[in-house]
């Protein structure tokens, strides 16, 4: 059987040329997105494995497990409270799966289209038209119609994580209390429930969801054409030397997120006094050295920010009308940093541990300076091709999350 060669978007027709190029764009994000959530599945596995050793590491030592004299005494709220930050991960892999779902529905209907534009068939493989890379990877990757092994693969993962997290919750649950275990069957069980069916909803049930919710879309009436307030508007400058980057503060979480069940469960005690002076370190890190930081960040990436086509909605170092403006706030930012730095020395001096607060300056900016070199060399040609480049930015990037999160355990220790 030989298809007819399809017509559509020559030269002289400016509107389908126009078209075919929204069309590639969009596919190609889409592309970009995908390879993104690949890495992103992958790391979050790697993530919810640690999480279930690091839990079953220290629920081990508790009393409620061991029943030596040396354990440590843990609250069953806690314990019952273990299995959650693996819940969490598990979460967001369902919520980015779904996402996945959607764009795979979405590229094979984009890939649908662009074949009209490439109607030959591929030379190599003439089985295939352009564009078809998306629907014969679902052929084989579908859950409905795909192939048996990897069906049987993926059943297999969601069996294992079943295994492993309901395991991990029941375990914990024997140990405790009879009102503790009657709250984790309510709380996991539902949480089971409901991940079973999000799962079988986009695995099995993946084309049904699309077209349900592109017709409550197509359904919906939106007025694009309601005015919007411009955000032509540039930040203050005393707004910026107050707190650079408003949109990191949810970072401030890191370090209480982790020393809030350390010093609960045992592993960590405190005084007032150690608290305080954890507080204290806290404090320095995130709003005088991270922010003295993230100051110098700005000021050598000014170019780059300058040549960002959101420059004002980002909220950066403000430029101003001239270059005279903008070396004026450049030195009051520059100024500003190194008077945070100065404090953060100063809080150390005044808890009498100096050296902690010069090691947690010396390695905010020693993580700092390999990153900002990386970042400015052309990681690859291909923007998807993953380098040696590529990876080491990733490395110094999670190395400031290793530093918040060692932060409770120097304050600690030296508190």
């Known amino acids: 059987m030989t298809m007819a060669r399809v017509t559509v978007g020559t030269t002289d027709n400016p509107a389908d040329q126009a078209?075919?190029?929204v069309l590639i764009s969009d596919y190609e994000m889409a592309r970009d997105d995908e390879r993104t959530h690949v890495a992103t599945m992958a790391a979050m596995i790697g993530v919810a494995v640690a999480l279930a050793t690091a839990v079953v590491a220290v629920i081990s030592q508790t009393c409620q497990f061991t029943g030596k004299a040396d354990c440590i005494k843990a609250d069953d709220a806690l314990l019952a409270a273990t299995p959650l930050p693996t819940l969490a991960?598990?979460?967001?892999?369902?919520?980015?799966?779904?996402?996945?779902?959607?764009?795979?529905?979405?590229?094979?209907a984009i890939e649908t289209e662009l074949q009209q534009y490439a109607a030959d068939r591929l030379i190599a493989i003439p089985q295939l038209r352009p564009a078809s890379l998306?629907?014969?990877?679902?052929?084989?990757?579908?859950?409905?119609?795909?192939?048996?092994?990897?069906?049987?693969?993926?059943?297999?993962?969601?069996?294992?994580?079943?295994?492993?997290f309901g395991g991990l919750a029941l375990y914990v649950a024997l140990k405790l209390e009879r009102p503790w275990q009657l709250i984790m069957l309510v709380a996991y069980?539902?949480?089971?429930?409901?991940?079973?069916?999000?799962?079988?909803?986009?695995?099995?049930?993946?084309?049904?969801?699309?077209f349900k919710h592109i017709a409550r879309y197509a359904a919906r009436t939106v007025d694009f054409r309601r005015p919007e307030p411009p955000l032509d508007y540039e930040r203050k400058l005393w707004s910026y030397l107050i707190w650079p980057r408003?949109?990191?503060?949810?970072?401030?979480?890191?370090?209480?997120?982790?020393?809030?069940?350390?010093?609960?469960?045992?592993?960590?005690?405190?005084?007032?006094?150690?608290?305080?002076?954890?507080?204290?370190?806290?404090?320095?890190?995130?709003?005088?050295?991270?922010?003295?930081?993230?100051?110098?960040?700005?000021?050598?990436?000014?170019?780059?920010?300058?040549?960002?086509?959101?420059?004002?909605?980002?909220k950066r170092l403000p430029m101003g009308a001239s270059q005279k403006i903008m070396r004026h706030n450049v030195r009051w930012s520059a100024a500003a940093a190194l008077t945070r730095i100065a404090i953060a020395l100063g809080?150390?001096?005044?808890?009498?541990?100096?050296?902690?607060?010069?090691?947690?300056?010396?390695?905010?900016?020693?993580?700092?300076?390999?990153?900002?070199?990386?970042?400015?060399?052309?990681?690859?040609?291909?923007?998807?091709?993953?380098?040696?480049?590529?990876?080491?930015?990733?490395?110094?990037?999670?190395?400031?999350?290793?530093?918040?999160?060692?932060?409770?355990?120097?304050?600690a220790r030296f508190g």
């Open 19 to 21: 078209r075919l190029a």
């Open 134 to 164: 998306i629907g014969v990877t679902t052929q084989i990757t579908s859950l409905r119609r795909g192939r048996l092994g990897h069906r049987l693969l993926s059943l297999l993962i969601y069996f294992c994580v079943v295994v492993v």
């Open 246 to 314: 408003t949109a990191d503060w949810i970072k401030w979480l890191i370090v209480p997120a982790i020393a809030g069940p350390l010093l609960w469960a045992g592993p960590i005690r405190l005084d007032w006094s150690g608290l305080w002076n954890a507080l204290a370190v806290w404090f320095a890190l995130e709003f005088l050295i991270y922010t003295a930081r993230y100051q110098w960040n700005d000021i050598i990436g000014l170019a780059d920010d300058a040549a960002h086509p959101a420059k004002k909605a980002r």
């Open 89 to 108: 991960v598990l979460a967001y892999m369902q919520m980015i799966g779904i996402s996945a779902t959607i764009r795979s529905y979405y590229m094979r």
């Open 189 to 210: 069980g539902l949480f089971a429930l409901l991940f079973t069916v999000e799962v079988m909803v986009t695995a099995v049930g993946g084309n049904s969801l699309f």
């Open 347 to 411: 809080i150390g001096a005044t808890l009498g541990m100096p050296w902690v607060m010069t090691c947690l300056i010396a390695a905010v900016f020693g993580i700092a300076i390999p990153y900002e070199y990386l970042r400015r060399r052309p990681a690859s040609v291909r923007p998807e091709q993953t380098t040696p480049v590529t990876i080491a930015i990733w490395i110094t990037v999670g190395l400031g999350y290793v530093l918040r999160a060692a932060t409770e355990v120097i304050s």
